[in-house]
């Protein structure tokens, strides 16, 4: 497999395993692709208390480390998953949301802390429309919602009450 030039890298307290794997049951195309643990002391703990976890999601890279507690996520980085239905949107809000909490927006924190937002595709189109009215009534749709309801944002769009 060719080394993709840039790879999420994700530093969980203790949990890295168990979210890779939580993450790779949820979206296609994602597996584990290699756990190693630190076979030697390290600032983190002793010989074997740290892991390294290779993971696709989507067939994208990723990396996650469990070397205890450093930086708590944060809002700073999110992954944003782009959903064509809303159906596919309530899977994924669903999945992640497990043991989470939702915010504002289409965002979650998932139940290892790390921020996802769950967005419809359609909503750049929407937001993005050339005649001002409508592109105002879809950003002020989306900011009342938690979860995003497609069919409501493109009523709020189109000017029709949902």
Not at 62 to 69: D, E, H, I, N, T
Not at 106 to 132: C, H, N, Y
Not at 133 to 149: C, G, P, Q, S, W
């Amino acid at each position: 497999m060719a080394i993709q030039k840039i790879t999420p890298f994700l530093w969980y307290a203790k949990e890295a395993e168990e979210a890779a794997r939580f993450y790779a049951s949820i979206f296609p195309d994602s597996r584990i692709l290699r756990v190693n643990s630190l076979p030697t002391d390290s600032p983190s703990g002793p010989p074997g208390s740290v892991k390294v976890v290779e993971f696709l999601l989507f067939g994208q890279n990723f990396v996650a480390m469990s070397a205890g507690p450093l930086d708590p996520f944060n809002h700073a980085v999110s992954f944003v998953v782009n959903c064509d239905t809303q159906q596919e949107l309530d899977k994924y809000w669903n999945a992640l949301l497990e043991g989470g909490s939702p915010e504002q927006c289409g965002w979650l924190k998932d139940r290892f802390g790390l921020s996802w937002q769950i967005v419809p595709t359609a909503l750049g189109e929407l937001m993005g429309d050339p005649d001002p009215a409508k592109a105002r009534r879809t950003a002020e749709a989306m900011m009342k919602m938690v979860k995003f309801d497609i069919a409501a944002l493109q009523a709020a769009h189109d000017g029709i009450p949902h």
